[in-house]
């Protein structure tokens, strides 16, 4: 059989693969460079930032779980201006030439000026993924990923302040997920990446206290593979044409099939990349072994097939 196309679209945009960075797992810039061709990945999506520098929670910030791990890093970044100056050159300098920016903040107004602090960006930031859905901000106890309306208002925001396609990425931590991704996809996001981490916790039995410095954290990992595969089918089978990029405990390349067959047009790869940094590379190579084995000639026409 001849090579597998592995070429995806998400909305406007087409990858030549579907395998990208997870945000807040590949850096800012090249630190995966020395592991893998970061450049041959379907896109590269940064950690997100916010329109001004900010430190992040205390320390310590991340822990092995069974089967994954839980993370306080509290959205640690250097803000989008410093960002822009310093660190997209060295990406763009090292031939990424399909960069996703990732934004965050904590009202509506911070969201904007993220967005128009982004406008002047390069061609090589090809799409604005709006984080809806950090649990380490606020405790974890406003998402706002977790209300349809103040979602659709921040994602329209964006929309009118960059010329980008914007995608929304929304929180696997409420039962109101396929109403959130129709509102976000009604104000303008080209896409949804579903989904961001699970609001988890761990208690210092010694110490009888939590032992993430923020006190709870964000499960991610292989334990929580399952609950993004049915986030993206439940996701899939209410909007049939929303684009959706499928993210939570990719390992394998079977992994990546799986929330593909589930409704995913492509997937992110992030807590994989901790234990082995050139995992989205493994992961890519992985998936063209797979296509190849079961003759499947375009990737894309996996995308919802576990739907009857
Ligand atoms: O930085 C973080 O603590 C963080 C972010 Br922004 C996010 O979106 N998800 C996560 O698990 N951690």
Same mark, same amino acid.
């Given at each position: ?5 592995? *070429?995806?679209?998400?909305? *406007?945009?087409?990858?030549?693969? #579907? ?11 090249? $630190?995966?460079? #020395?592991?893998? &061709? ?9 950690? *997100? ?11 310590? =910030? ?19 201006? *410093?960002?822009?100056?310093? $660190?997209?050159?060295?990406?763009? @300098? ?27 960006? #390069? ?12 649990? &380490? ?5 406003? +998402?706002?990923?977790? %209300?349809? $309306? ?14 980008? !396609? ?5 929180? !696997?931590?409420? %039962? ?19 989904? &961001? ?8 039995? $010694?110490?009888? /206290? ?11 990992? !292989? ?41 995913? &047009?492509?997937?992110?790869? @992030? ?5 082995? !940094? =050139? ?8 998936? /063209? ?7 499947? =000639? =375009?990737?894309?026409? +996996?995308? @919802? @097939?576990?739907?009857?």
């Amino acid at each position: 059989m001849t090579d597998p196309d592995l *070429s995806v679209r998400i909305g *406007s945009i087409e990858l030549p693969n #579907p395998v990208m960075t997870a945000s807040g797992t590949a850096g800012h810039s090249t $630190e995966l460079a #020395p592991y893998l &061709n970061i450049a041959a990945l379907g896109a590269f999506v940064v950690k *997100s930032l916010s329109v001004m520098p900010w430190d992040g929670n205390p320390a310590p =910030r991340v822990h092995e779980t069974p089967a994954g791990m839980i993370n306080s890093v509290g959205l640690q970044g250097p803000g989008v201006e *410093s960002w822009c100056r310093d $660190e997209l050159p060295v990406l763009v @300098g090292a031939n990424v030439q399909r960069v996703v920016a990732s934004i965050w903040g904590r009202t509506v107004e911070e969201y904007r000026a993220a967005a128009v602090a982004l406008a002047d960006v #390069p061609a090589e930031v090809i799409a604005i993924e709006v984080n809806l859905s950090c649990p &380490n901000l606020d405790g974890g106890r406003h +998402l706002f990923a977790h %209300d349809a $309306e103040l979602s659709a208002t921040v994602i329209g925001q964006v929309v009118d302040s960059v010329q980008r !396609p914007v995608w929304a990425k929304l929180s !696997p931590n409420t %039962d109101r997920l396929a109403d959130v991704a129709g509102a976000v996809a009604g104000a303008g996001a080209e896409a949804v990446t579903l989904v &961001n981490t699970l609001l988890g916790m761990v208690i210092d039995t $010694e110490e009888r /206290r939590p032992l993430l410095g923020g006190g709870g954290g964000g499960l991610s990992g !292989p334990a929580m593979h399952p609950v993004a595969v049915r986030a993206v089918y439940d996701c899939r089978a209410a909007h049939p044409d929303l684009p959706i990029i499928g993210v939570g405990g990719i390992g394998t390349a079977r992994d990546a099939v799986e929330l593909m067959l589930a409704g995913a &047009n492509a997937v992110q790869v @992030g807590t994989a990349s901790f234990a082995d !940094p =050139r995992a989205p590379a493994t992961v890519l190579e992985g998936l /063209r072994d797979w296509c190849a084995q079961h003759e499947v =000639r =375009r990737i894309s026409s +996996l995308v @919802g @097939g576990a739907h009857g």
